[in-house]
């Protein structure tokens, strides 16, 4: 059993932040939140329908108000986010100023291309050119994911049970030295 507040999953679209997250939260028995679920169900209605009546930035403020709830409300939870929850910096500094674990699920914009290919429920994609897309989104969101991250969890080339134990052992390897380091600083 490991002790940790909320772990939050972050990372661009076909990362696997709701994959991963869901296995993450088997094997830690924790429950499972998803934001873009949590903002379909507050909606009673689906993303693409939102992006359509309400634009991104009804959208993006509807992701606020569902990132500020779960943090307000929840506590050891996984939780995934939408791939453009850095997007907004009142969003960057709920998750910076929590106590939350932000772990990065890093995905190259070949394997985002890959993985988001099969599925057209993702509005920023229904380009002409989705990997171009997802190129200058990746420009922009990459430092932003990385500042918000405690961790970040390389996800090319592995089956999601492997990096869903990569995730694990990182989080746990982290908790660990944060352990140590608080002792040191009780003790010394
Ligand atoms: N490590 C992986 N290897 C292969 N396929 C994967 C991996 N992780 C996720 N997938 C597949 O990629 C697709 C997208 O995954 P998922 O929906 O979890 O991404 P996401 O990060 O939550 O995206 P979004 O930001 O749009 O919510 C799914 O079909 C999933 O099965
Ligand atoms: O990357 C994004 O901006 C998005 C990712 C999805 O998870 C959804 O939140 C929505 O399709 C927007
Ligand atoms: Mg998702």
């Not at 998803?34 to 930035?57: L, M, Q």
């Not at 307000?72 to 100023?97: F, K, P, W, Y």
Request: net charge neutral.
């Amino acid at each position: 059993m490991i002790k940790a507040p909320n772990i939050i999953l972050v990372g661009p679209m076909g990362a696997g932040k709701t994959t991963i997250g869901r296995l993450l939260s088997h094997s830690l028995g924790r429950e499972f939140y998803d934001s873009d679920r949590i903002i379909e169900e507050n909606a009673g209605a689906d993303i693409p329908w939102i992006f359509e009546k309400e634009g991104e930035d009804g959208f993006r403020k509807r992701e606020t108000h569902a990132l500020e709830c779960m943090l307000h409300n929840q506590d050891c939870v996984v939780l995934a986010t939408g791939g453009g929850i850095v997007m907004r910096e009142e969003n960057r500094e709920l998750l910076s100023n929590s106590d939350a674990l932000v772990v990065y699920l890093y995905a190259s914009v070949s394997q985002q291309l890959h993985r988001t290919s099969k599925s057209n429920h993702r509005p920023l994609l229904q380009t002409s050119d989705p990997k171009a897309t997802l190129n200058a989104l990746f420009k922009v969101r990459d430092p932003l994911y990385r500042e918000v991250a405690t961790l970040v969890v390389e996800t090319d080339s592995r089956h999601p049970k492997s990096v869903a134990n990569k995730a694990l052992e990182a989080i746990k390897r982290h908790l660990k030295s944060e352990n140590k380091a608080q002792n040191a600083n009780v003790n010394g």
